[in-house]
């Protein structure tokens, strides 16, 4: 990809930032609300902490969790719509490779990776896919345990009702696990925030 | 001139701590529950509230257009019944009502032709079937359960009720109470159970149907009624989906 040099180059489409944010809201609070249906009846030994949850009750939770699931989805499909049609996926996504990114993680570690604008490394490459999985997963198991009468053919598929409650969950673990380290980097990594918003590189190369 | 990277981000700082001010202040005002979608009579015109609302509006129609008044439940062997059943309600086990089964009769009202009460013999003179299915609670967990009873169509063409309304009410001894569309009524796994896997939970009569979570099956049922105005329920008006589909 080659950008301008003296005006400064739009490394994030407007479609790409403009979804992501939307997203960044859906997921927000899905996953907030979602903890808080968890904790309704809980799968595993433990709950999650009140403050961290959002609804106040289950049916407030619920509330959430079933108004955000069309922002989730109708955004998810725009952006994979765009994504498919405008090239951003295969120019962005491509190559991909689970060795590559396995050695860009070390590099990484050891502070030896370098950050290019406007393109991503074989390590963001397979984590962005990965969490772009992750979420079609969630939304897939989500709607098996929400319709496993009218949709059970989606439910079995997941293993039944009782094994997509567990497939959501870890879907919805992959995706918290994801963010922790996007959100760390983001802000942690210098000058890649903001084109997120302002679509342009920093400091043009 | 640009500013600094530093200040500029900062710029944003303020607004996201609004941002989750605000989202975080929703949870504190639905706290203890009641103020979050509280039913048809909505107190505070809080912006976000009724958007949940209208939104809980627009997921009713989108199951009711969802359903499939042909597509049955899956249906589970003896063997996977769950023992214990799990025993749920808005209240604790010791509360239960105890009703007399002998003097027990089902009242019906409503646009309803025949409004004679049932007595339970009556009602066992009926046609019985049973289905073996998944009750799934709002709370996500589920368990297997048998229910023997009157198919609900049955019963609704029987008394003569009209099957062109758009709601079927239940009033229940242990005062809850629900509502459900018409076309669930009407589906072929529809029951108005008289035996079921424990049979204090819900005695002499319950309804069962497994195209909808388990809170819109009222137990202890007292009174049944057939209407075109929207009767609500015991979690719904508390801000619960009406629909609440499977």
Known sequence: ?205 | MKPPRSERLSAFRPQIARLERRLFLKQGLSLGALSLLSGCTLKDDDAVDRLLFAMSRFNDRVQAALFDPAKLAPTYSEADVTTPFPFNAYYEEKDIPLIDGENYRLQLSGLIADKRPWSLGDLRALPQSSQITRLVCVEGWSAIGQWRGVAFRHFLERIGADLTARYVGFKCADKYYSSIDMPSALHPQTLLALDFTDAKYGYPLRLRLPTKLGFKNPKFIGEIFVTNDYPGGYWEDKGYNWFSGS
């Open chain 1, 1 to 205: 990809m080659v950008g301008g040099v003296d005006k400064p180059r739009t490394i994030h489409p407007l479609f790409v930032r403009v979804t992501h944010w939307v997203n960044a809201f859906a997921i927000f609070v899905m996953v907030l609300s979602g903890w808080r249906i968890y904790n309704a009846s809980p799968l595993f030994g433990f709950e999650f902490p009140k403050d961290f949850t959002l609804g106040g009750w289950l049916a407030g939770a619920l509330a959430w969790h079933f108004a955000a699931m069309w922002l989730l989805a109708l955004n998810g499909l725009a952006y994979l719509a765009y994504g498919l049609v405008s090239g951003h996926f295969r120019r962005s996504f491509m190559p991909i490779s689970l060795r590559g990114a396995f050695d860009d993680v070390l590099f990484a570690m050891r502070g030896l990776l370098d950050h290019a604008p406007g393109r991503y490394n074989a390590a963001q490459r397979v984590f962005y896919v990965g969490v772009i999985l992750a979420v079609i997963v969630a939304i897939l198991s989500g709607l098996a345990i929400w319709k496993p009468v009218q949709l059970q053919t989606l439910t079995a598929l997941m293993g039944g009702y009782e094994t997509a409650r567990r497939v959501h969950f870890f879907a919805m673990a992959t995706i918290v696990a994801f963010l922790v380290v996007h959100i760390g980097l983001a802000v942690s990594v210098k000058g890649i925030l903001a084109p997120m918003f302002t679509g342009r590189a920093e400091t043009p190369r």
